[in-house]
């Protein structure tokens, strides 16, 4: 039997991530020749996967950025609403020499940033009330993450931003606690949520990246070789994890449908990042208008 | 590993170190021992155990119940169900699991409800010349149906680990939760005919008309706490802050049974309380998070769900495995680990998954009250200031009920499904 | 020896009061936030995004703290058949036993806690933005304290556990 590598996840198997913890195991163990025996595991929990990995106690996490802006602020750059057009843009940046310097921030925490993964672009879901235009939306308690930089857009769109635990969402939904809240069409469809909300509004208001983490102790002891074998399953992971997350993102919206939820399209994607405008102003401040401007205008080159 | 984590633990129970403590050592005893994880991680799975919003709810109930205890309250409502159920032999242990019933429509948890519950009726019932074993036994076991009853917190729990319909599970667990507590009722009624307990139940009822007055405060309470829930205004976690709140309004000013100078002594006997099942919930997560590194839950269900072909079989040996686990791990963790295995498997051999949740909630709530680790046996025991043993006796009685129960809900899919089958389909 | 231990319950009288006060007020604090948190999410129409976290941070405090209580009152939970049933030094013998495998496992949450508290002190506590290390002092700082209870109820033994009837 090889060396142990545990990596945790958050999902079912059967997920965008948990697709991404097998690719990740499958590769490893075939380009080592079983010299490493990949565990993955479930662990719902994601700050705790984050501290493990930095502990020691675990090689290994892969999941939302959520948690990880606690770790390495840097990061929350990323989690300004409008700030990518498209899958293209957002994965184009990702793995650009930007990415690249974002990822290189976690060492000083001891962990190795792998590559960057994503959960996809976040939806707004709503239940009983419709949603026509963002100024419907004002006065709505909408549960978001407990991020700074998604409440205060929210707010300034006039939304009562809840930051909830996710364990709690689903109740809420149900007896309307929350008017609604916001999600990658995964999330949404594995959690069901068309059981408790009406309506999806296809917004794309923030992308949701992801990252594959490892411990800097347990990079420092792998040889060049074998650091080329993880960074390979890592890139493999990332591939099997984008090509499910377009897949949920294609059948899931169908599916949503099917299962009786009203889908909208959004075609004026402006009104809901004119709204928010006002937060934008202090982004600029926390993060620097001009990094913005780079991030919103990259092309590919 | 787990092997000689189970021994530590099991001898060290044997020598009267307190639980909490054994399952600590034990675990640090397999993760010092037998891993080469960083033993920091003992200090790590204490805060990520603790550090969780829904358990709020076992020291927000705690303090809810002992406010209503002193603020007399739960005397009222203890009356009031006197007043209706208690006049015959045994009424007083009848008023127990009606009580319980009541109180199980508040709140989610068992442990709650054991505290808020038998703070009044442990103390009465030992009063009308109860054994104390037989009355924190009672308790503990009529607390199971707070989690069966709808609100429920593992049921919450389910609901988000395999994608099942809340509202669905919610409804399926009320026939399940009425046959326990008739099935409850009957055993104790004839229990205390044969025993000759509780022949005095009937003195000194109040008459229903004054009971219903006296206590309208109090039966207020579940309509606040319930109508909060279910009108949008709070999660149940949050529920049980607004029965603190509500409970320091009533006592304070209008029953005017509660003073300021009771304050203090009332939080720190909270404080105890809670501390006492919430520091077993501290060392547990230890315990749990070395048994799934390890896979063991995982490979498990694996095997079960491999070699158990059929519905019947797979449901005969699901409940076997869940009383094992039930006996040993904590009901939350053991429903975010095993209920998506488990489920999965069930819906492959053609059992509703609302069923089947609805199985593994009344399975792990019996695991509430089977030792070694049951948390509502430790609540029992704290409020009765009694300790475990001398409850074994009355406990394998009661959790004979159960099984029975168990069985019936597990092989009998129409009684958690036809009120869902009314009312959602 | 005997003024040694008069001085070390003396000593354990001050800090378990104080302590007990202090997770008395973390409960309270607990329950204000979570009260908070509904009012402004319902009444207020402006939900407080530190209410949650604060809750959990007080509730933290409160058991870690709450355990040096618990341990003076004797009141942590256990099968005590063996300790019901013993007499003279048998029964001291036990309660040595517990005391040395309860200290031992607090010197543990003392150490690691202690380190974890260092170790994590970069990373933030979502909600409240402040240094997790604020939640995971409450181990080695509970520990300590708890220790001092655990002591002084061995010098000074009480079982409430079997006597604190309500
Ligand atoms: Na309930
Ligand atoms: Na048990």
């Given at each position: 039997?090889?060396?142990?590598?545990?990596?945790?996840?958050?999902?079912?198997?059967?997920?965008?991530?948990?697709?991404?913890?097998?690719?990740?195991?499958?590769?490893?163990?075939?380009?080592?020749?079983?010299?490493?025996?990949?565990?993955?595991?479930?662990?719902?929990?994601?700050?705790?996967?984050?501290?493990?990995?930095?502990?020691?106690?675990?090689?290994?996490?892969?999941?939302?950025?959520?948690?990880?802006?606690?770790?390495?602020p840097d990061i929350r750059v990323l989690d300004v609403p409008f700030l990518f057009r498209d899958y293209a843009h957002a994965r184009g940046v990702l793995d650009s020499e930007v990415g690249d310097k974002l990822l290189e921030k976690f060492k000083a925490r001891g962990m190795i940033g792998m590559v960057w993964m994503e959960n996809g672009f976040r939806h707004l879901t709503t239940g009983k009330k419709e949603v026509q235009s963002p100024s419907d939306v004002r006065g709505m308690k909408i549960r978001t993450m407990e991020n700074q930089v998604h409440m205060e857009a929210w707010k300034a769109a006039g939304v009562l931003p809840t930051p909830m635990a996710f364990s709690e969402l689903p109740s809420a939904l149900q007896q309307g606690t929350v008017d609604g809240q916001e999600n990658p069409i995964p999330v949404i469809l594995a959690g069901n949520f068309d059981q408790l909300q009406k309506y999806l509004y296809l917004t794309s208001h923030v992308y949701s990246p992801g990252v594959l983490v490892c411990g800097l102790d347990f990079w420092n002891g792998l040889s060049a070789e074998d650091k080329k074998i993880f960074q390979d399953a890592a890139k493999a992971s990332v591939k099997a994890n984008r090509s499910r997350v377009e897949e949920d993102e294609r059948s899931g919206v169908q599916e949503l449908r099917r299962r009786g939820m009203e889908v909208r399209e959004v075609t004026n994607r402006e009104a809901y990042q004119e709204a928010m405008k006002t937060a934008v102003a202090n982004f600029e401040k926390q993060f620097g208008a001009d990094v913005l401007k780079t991030l919103r205008e990259w092309r590919p080159k | 590993?787990?092997?000689?984590?189970?021994?530590?633990?099991?001898?060290?129970?044997?020598?009267?170190?307190?639980?909490?403590?054994?399952?600590?050592?034990?675990?640090?005893?397999?993760?010092?021992?037998?891993?080469?994880?960083?033993?920091?991680?003992?200090?790590?799975?204490?805060?990520?155990?603790?550090?969780?919003?829904?358990?709020?709810?076992?020291?927000?109930?705690?303090?809810?119940g002992n406010l209503m205890d002193i603020g007399g309250?739960?005397?009222?409502?203890?009356?009031?169900?006197?007043?209706?159920?208690?006049?015959?032999?045994?009424?007083?242990?009848?008023?127990?699991?009606?009580?319980?019933?009541?109180?199980?429509?508040?709140?989610?948890?068992?442990?709650?409800?054991?505290?808020?519950?038998?703070?009044?009726?442990?103390?009465?019932?030992?009063?009308?010349?109860?054994?104390?074993?037989?009355?924190?036994?009672?308790?503990?076991?009529?607390a199971e149906l707070g989690v069966i009853i709808p609100p429920s917190i593992p049921m919450i729990l389910y609901g988000v680990a395999t994608q099942t319909s809340i509202p669905e599970l919610f409804i399926a667990g009320f026939a399940p939760g009425l046959l326990i507590a008739v099935a409850l009722i009957a055993t104790v009624l004839v229990w205390c005919r044969i025993k000759g307990w509780g022949k005095r139940d009937a003195e000194g009822r109040l008459g229903r008309r004054v009971a219903i007055r006296q206590a309208f405060w109090a039966l207020l309470m579940p309509v606040i706490v319930l109508g909060g829930i279910y009108g949008g205004v709070t999660t149940p976690t949050e529920a049980s802050v607004v029965a603190v709140v509500y409970a320091l309004i009533v006592g304070l000013f209008l029953h005017r049974e509660l003073t300021f100078a009771d304050l203090l002594p009332v939080f720190r006997k909270s404080v105890v309380s809670s501390t006492v099942i919430m520091f077993i919930i501290a060392t547990a997560s230890l315990f749990?998070?070395?048994?799934?590194?390890?896979?063991?839950?995982?490979?498990?269900?694996?095997?079960?769900?491999?070699?158990?072909?059929?519905?019947g079989m797979y449901m005969l040996a699901v409940n076997f495995f869940l009383f094992l686990v039930g006996m040993f791990i904590e009901t939350s963790a053991s429903i975010i680990v095993l209920a998506p295995i488990l489920q999965e498997a069930a819906q492959r051999v053609g059992i509703d998954p609302v069923h089947f949740g609805t199985v593994m909630v009344v399975n792990l709530a019996l695991g509430m009250i089977t030792p070694p680790f049951g948390v509502n046996l430790f609540a029992a025991a704290q409020v009765a200031g009694c300790s475990i043993d001398k409850m074994l006796k009355p406990l394998m009685i009661f959790i004979a009920v159960i099984i029975t129960c168990l069985m019936i809900v597990a092989y009998v899919p129409a009684l958690s499904l036809f009120l869902r089958d009314i009312v959602m389909r | 020896m005997r003024s040694l231990t008069a001085a070390f319950l003396r000593l354990d009288k001050v800090t378990t009061l104080a302590v007990g006060i202090a997770a008395s007020v973390a409960l309270a604090v607990a329950v204000a936030a979570g009260f908070w948190q509904v009012t402004t999410r319902f009444l207020l129409e402006s939900p407080a995004t530190w209410s949650e976290a604060l809750v959990r941070l007080a509730l933290i405090w409160m058991v870690l703290l709450g355990l040096a209580v618990t341990l003076r009152q004797g009141a942590l939970v256990s099968i005590d058949i063996a300790h019901r049933y013993s007499t003279g030094p048998a029964k001291r013998a036990i309660e040595a036993v517990a005391l040395f495998s309860t200290l031992f496992l607090l010197a543990v949450l003392f150490w690691f806690g202690w380190e974890m508290t260092n170790r994590v002190r970069f990373q933030e506590m979502a909600g409240l933005e402040i240094s997790i290390s604020w939640g995971y002092a409450a181990i080695p700082v509970g520990a300590v304290f708890a220790a001092i209870g655990a002591i002084a109820n061995f010098l000074d033994y009480r079982s409430e556990e079997l006597e604190a009837a309500v």
């Open positions: 039997q090889g060396k142990q590598v545990t990596i945790t996840h958050s999902s079912a198997t059967n997920s965008h991530w948990g697709v991404a913890a097998l690719e990740f195991e499958k590769v490893v163990e075939a380009l080592s020749k079983n010299k490493y025996n990949v565990v993955v595991q479930r662990l719902d929990n994601e700050r705790e996967a984050v501290e493990s990995v930095q502990l020691g106690s675990q090689e290994c996490a892969l999941g939302s950025t959520g948690p990880v802006g606690n770790f390495v | 590993m787990s092997g000689a984590m189970l021994a530590t633990m099991m001898v060290m129970f044997a020598i009267s170190i307190p639980i909490a403590v054994a399952i600590g050592l034990a675990a640090f005893v397999g993760l010092a021992g037998f891993t080469n994880l960083p033993l920091t991680v003992t200090a790590q799975q204490v805060f990520v155990a603790l550090d969780r919003f829904p358990l709020a709810a076992i020291p927000f109930f705690i303090l809810a309250l739960s005397r009222r409502l203890v009356e009031l169900a006197r007043a209706f159920v208690g006049g015959i032999q045994g009424g007083l242990a009848a008023t127990c699991v009606v009580t319980c019933m009541i109180f199980a429509a508040i709140s989610g948890s068992s442990v709650a409800t054991t505290f808020a519950v038998g703070a009044v009726l442990i103390p009465a019932l030992k009063r009308y010349g109860y054994p104390i074993g037989f009355a924190a036994a009672l308790q503990a076991t009529a749990s998070y070395l048994l799934n590194r390890q896979g063991i839950p995982d490979a498990a269900a694996a095997w079960l769900t491999s070699t158990f072909e059929g519905p | -």
